[in-house]
């Protein structure tokens, strides 16, 4: 974005603004990097209990943070946004990121390997991997949005440990494309619980990103196997990557790469059910679908998530601006708000009947009982309409 604009230092920006939290941006260095606190620790006391921690640091740690510090709803002012996006300070952070996100996981594969670990130590050991395979994807979103052919590469890179390096393409041009309609199996729809979700996402994001790129291979003059095709070229190191994973440390190796990649590429379809869960943009009369608009993603303000996550929770901006860099994305007045920041909204979608109780009546005060503007599961429409008492007048909206 504003790729026209010259490189500047923070020192340009309008002498009346700083960015208050221009140094608390490390935290995003930070917080990956402490899934390996468990693993450290164990090695210098043995304690298998101790590799718990980062995963109690994650899902629980960060959300009481979040209540306890509560949200930032400030923006930017508009004037510094130019200075502040070409900044390069702020993406010397990502960058950084993607080199040791891939040691991190690397050194997870090993220690698995080299130590005896009882079972639930091994579990903890998965999960944290897991947490860090979620942050090379939340990377991996904010870098594949740049122009930079740097930046698209080191996206490409960084989502390849865990074997989901379509998800360069499948959001792109997919899901921002599609967002907020029942045609994309990134967006959850009302009364879908995330494990039914996650059975049509993964499945569907991937079959949608070979379909992309297999178009764009035909457009191109070439074979959709051909090296010009991104999902063979993050495949390629994916494939790469873990067999050399499994030469160095026995082909035993290769189930914990797995488990640890699921778990990670599952922290992406938790995102991705709390971000537009149950909205749905109107179908107008040309068949058509209205363009996506602020009102039409969850947000949250919460201060240490948005620190940890790029401000991924300032969502509607993110999809109104899909290239402006994470640092300037903005607050606006009057959108969805999560009641808590993403991992305090992870564990309550993974109890179902607690994720309906809290979200439903939030989403329908949203829509103002409008069930054209919502996105239900097709088998629970029947169910929900006469539980919450909407007429449902006839209408293409499934």
């Known amino acids: 974005m504003h790729a026209s604009i010259p490189e500047m230092t923070a020192a340009a920006m309008p002498a009346s603004w700083r960015d208050p939290s221009r140094y ?54 508009e ?40 079972w639930h130590g091994l579990l903890a050991v998965t999960l944290a991997t897991g947490v860090v395979g979620g942050f090379c994807i939340n990377v991996g979103h904010e870098l594949g949005h740049k122009r930079s052919r740097l930046e698209q590469t080191l996206a490409k890179l960084v989502l390849a440990p865990t074997g989901y390096g379509h998800f360069f393409i ?48 035909q457009r191109l003059g070439k074979s959709r196997w051909s090296l010009r095709n991104d999902i063979v ?50 179908r107008l009369g040309d068949g058509r679908y209205e363009p996506c608009k602020p009102q039409h993603s969850w947000n949250s303000n919460h201060l240490i998530s948005n620190w940890a996550l ?35 909204m ?7 009947p607690l994720w309906f109780r809290v979200m439903d009546r939030r989403l329908l005060a949203l829509v103002g009982d409008d069930p054209h503007r919502l996105n239900i599961e097709p088998s629970r429409r029947s169910q929900l309409l006469r539980r919450y008492s909407l007429h449902d007048v006839e209408r293409d909206n499934a």
Do not use: K
């Open 233 to 282: 070229q993050t495949s390629a190191i994916t494939l790469a990557f873990w067999s050399l994973l499994m030469v160095w440390l026995g082909p035993e190796i290769i189930v914990f790469v797995l488990a640890a990649s699921f778990w990670a590429n599952f922290q992406l379809t938790s995102a991705n059910y709390i971000e537009h869960y149950g909205i749905a943009r109107l």
């Open 79 to 118: 004037e510094a946004v130019p200075s502040l996006e070409a900044d390069r300070y702020y993406r010397y952070i990502t960058w950084a990121l993607v080199p040791m996100l891939w040691a991190w996981f690397v050194f997870a594969a090993w220690f698995v390997a080299a130590h005896a670990l009882p």
């Open 170 to 217: 499948e959001h792109n041009r997919g899901h921002h494309r599609d967002v907020a309609t029942p045609a994309d199996p990134a967006s959850s729809r009302m009364g879908e619980s995330i494990y039914r979700f996650v059975l049509r996402e993964m499945p569907g994001a991937w079959r949608r990103a070979w379909a992309l790129e297999c178009e764009r291979m």
């Open 346 to 352: 992870f564990l309550l979608a993974y109890v179902p």
């Open 310 to 344: 790029f401000q991924l929770q300032r969502h509607s901006d993110h999809h109104a601006h899909a290239a402006r860099r994470y640092q300037c994305l903005r607050n606006f007045e009057g959108i969805p708000q999560l009641p808590s920041g993403y991992f305090g």
């Open 24 to 77: 608390r941006w490390l935290l995003s260095l930070l917080v990956p990097s402490l899934v390996g606190a468990g693993p450290l620790l164990f090695i210098g006391f043995g304690d298998a209990r101790l590799l718990w921690l980062p995963v109690a640091l994650v899902y629980i740690g960060l959300p009481v943070l979040d209540a306890v510090l509560g949200a930032d709803n400030s923006n930017p002012p």
